[in-house]
């Protein structure tokens, strides 16, 4: 009788000790790799666009990027890249050079960018330039990123 009550104790210790040690691991991968994993994400969305040419008359001046739960209802990460420019070009005109870059309608979209606030369409976060404004030569070139990895539903961001 008494092996029996050992046996059974060894088992609950090593059920505890799994459901502990999953736990943690949750913990971890859900504060600490999963947003830095989306983070990198969002950074290479911004990237792709820091790295096509500019057009002629436009000088390149900052680039933002952000992960998370930025627009809409429900659960879902989302990642956006962007860069400001400025440009003596009209809108019209960066917007044509832009989409033959553009493989997705979410990607390469150019506004005007009256001041350092970002006004896309978030609406779970505040995101800004650091650069003041000051002209109506200021555009902001953007896309939204997009990955399938399990890390998207483990951030708590996206939630």
């Known amino acids: 009788m008494r092996k029996i009550g050992i046996t059974i104790l060894y088992i609950v210790t090593f059920v505890i000790a ?5 736990i943690f691991l949750y913990i971890i991968l859900s504060t600490m790799v999963a947003p830095a994993v989306n ?12 790295a096509l040419p500019l057009p002629e008359d436009t000088e390149w001046i900052e680039t933002v990027y952000k992960a998370g739960k930025l627009v809409g209802c429900g659960n ?7 860069i400001l ?16 870059y553009a493989e ?4 390469c979209e ?4 009256p001041d350092s606030e970002i ?7 505040g995101l800004e330039f650091q650069t003041d404004i000051a002209g109506d030569d200021y555009y902001i070139v953007y896309s939204w990123g997009s990955s399938d ?3 998207a539903m483990l951030d708590l961001r996206g939630h």
Do not use: C, N, P
């Open 76 to 82: 879902g990460m989302q990642y956006f890249g962007a």
């Open 149 to 151: 990895s399990i890390f």
């Open 18 to 22: 799994f459901v502990l040690a999953v």
């Open 104 to 107: 997705h309608e979410w990607e």
């Open 39 to 50: 983070d990198r994400v969002a950074k290479e969305t911004a990237d792709t666009l820091v």
């Open 119 to 125: 006004v896309i369409a978030f609406e779970h976060i």
């Open 85 to 100: 420019i400025r440009s003596g070009l009209s809108m019209e005109e960066l917007q044509e050079y832009y989409s033959d």
């Open 110 to 113: 150019v506004e005007s960018q």
